[in-house]
């Protein structure tokens, strides 16, 4: 699993011309799944993301989380964080968990996050989304499963 993590003032999503998703102050969060990843991994994911404590403090410094300062996500995915750009000039995705794999993945990634009492909102998986965002910082965190769990 790959999340590019943004920190945002406000970021927006919009499919067939329509906002479908919107949010203040947050994340927006790309974010991909390979054949390997599991519920649990999605979890462990979710707890590192909500906790990490990139938000300014009263002193200016990143010590807050997004659970501290009342921050929402934006969820959008993301197969080609997959993108294998080693041989030739056409990046393969064979690493990209497939729809049948992936959707169900995508879908339980946010209710985890629900679950730990951030609001979420999010694009359509597989839709041709076009992504707003206000960066904030800016800051831009990669988190890939494959480095943090072990």
Do not use: W
Request: glycine letters at 8%; aromatic letters at 6%.
């Amino acid at each position: 699993m790959k999340m590019i993590i943004q920190r945002v003032k406000e970021s927006s999503v919009t499919i067939d011309e329509k906002i479908h998703g919107s949010i203040g102050k947050g994340y927006m969060v790309l974010v991909g799944f390979c054949e390997n990843d599991t519920k649990d991994i999605v979890e462990k994911m979710v707890n590192k993301m909500i906790n990490l404590r990139v938000f300014e403090d009263d002193q200016g410094k990143m010590n807050r989380s997004l659970k501290e300062v009342d921050g929402k996500i934006l969820s959008i995915s993301q197969f080609t964080l997959y993108a294998d750009c080693r041989k030739g000039r056409r990046p393969s995705f064979i690493k990209a968990a497939k729809p049948d794999k992936a959707i169900p993945l995508y879908e339980y990634f946010n209710q985890c996050i629900q679950n730990n009492g951030v609001d979420v909102e999010t694009g359509i998986f597989g839709a041709d989304m076009k992504v707003s965002l206000i960066n904030d910082g800016p800051v831009t965190i990669i988190l890939d499963s494959e480095e943090i769990i072990k």
